[in-house]
Nanobody
Framework: QVQVVESGGGLVQPGSSLRLSCAAS????????IAWFRQAAGEERELVSC????????YHADSVKGRFTASRDNANNMVYLQMNSLKPEDSAVYYC?????????????????????WGQGTQVTVSS
């Protein structure tokens, strides 16, 4: 069964760091694009970061560039999202999504409907 499971969310103060994990099973990360999306209450789901399971290339939304970094560990079939300098506006449910893909990440990663495998989400709350 192809699935991804997120973990690592929580309540943190502004300026803090947090690392989210996405455990993939039923497939290997090679030849896949793996994305992190987030959705705040009342808002649309938006792309945060995307990583190629093939070569580790990444693509990040402008709102998180320089603060968030996506990475992958193919040996353990894990994908990570390192979030630094967190802001209250980063509060949302964060989702991991995966789809077979080889190509330019920017062409597909911003489109949630491109991804067919989704996790259940993990809540991140940034508040003092």
């Amino acid at each position: 069964q192809v699935q991804v499971v997120e973990s690592g969310g929580g309540l943190v103060q502004p300026g803090s760091s947090l690392r989210l994990s996405c455990a993939a099973s039923g497939f290997t990360l090679d030849y896949h694009a793996i994305a992190w999306f987030r959705q705040a209450a009342g808002e649309e789901r938006e792309l945060v970061s995307c990583v190629s399971g093939t070569d580790g290339a990444t693509y990040h939304a402008d709102s998180v560039k320089g603060r968030f970094t996506a990475s992958r560990d193919n040996a353990n079939n894990m994908v990570y999202l390192q979030m630094n300098s967190l802001k209250p506006e980063d509060s949302a449910v964060y989702y991991c999504a995966a789809e077979p893909y080889i190509g330019t990440l920017s062409l597909v990663c911003s489109t949630p409907s491109f991804f067919r495998t989704w996790g259940q989400g993990t809540q991140v709350t940034v508040s003092s």
